[in-house]
């Protein structure tokens, strides 16, 4: 059973830098991609960043794209979101989620297993 735990999200205030970590066990973590979604108060959950299983390839949407960074280490089975320059709009809860695709989705349907969520909250 493949498990998703992400952590590391709280309230900072706008102009600050945050760190998100995803721990996944159960599976074979370096056959997986892997990607960060977030569910914000006015949209429906959206993609927001995914990497490839050997982190050589990742892509954002593009209001982050500047701002954060996914990056990977499959010694420790944890993916990471590095955001910088927050915003109150990055307010939401981040889920992490893992694919047995080859490619990094950005489709969410894509996405085989997801975590509880962590709650960032950005104040202006």
């Known amino acids: 059973q493949v498990r998703v735990v992400e952590s590391g999200g709280r309230l900072v205030q706008a102009g600050a830098s945050l760190r998100l970590s995803c721990v996944v066990s159960g599976r074979t973590f370096s056959d997986l991609t892997l990607g960060w979604c977030r569910q914000t108060p006015l949209k429906e959950r959206e993609f927001v960043a995914s990497?490839?299983?050997?982190?050589?390839?990742?892509d954002y949407l593009d209001s982050v794209k500047s701002r954060f960074t996914i990056s990977r280490d499959n010694t420790k089975n944890t993916v990471f979101l590095e955001m910088h320059s927050l915003k109150p709009e990055d307010t939401g809860v981040y889920y992490c989620?893992?694919?047995?695709?080859?490619?990094?989705?950005?489709?969410?349907?894509?996405?085989?297993?997801w975590g509880q969520g962590t709650r960032v909250t950005v104040s202006s």
């Open positions: 990497i490839s299983w050997s982190g050589g390839s990742t």
């Open positions: 989620a893992a694919s047995v695709s080859s490619h990094p989705p950005r489709d969410l349907v894509e996405y085989d297993h």
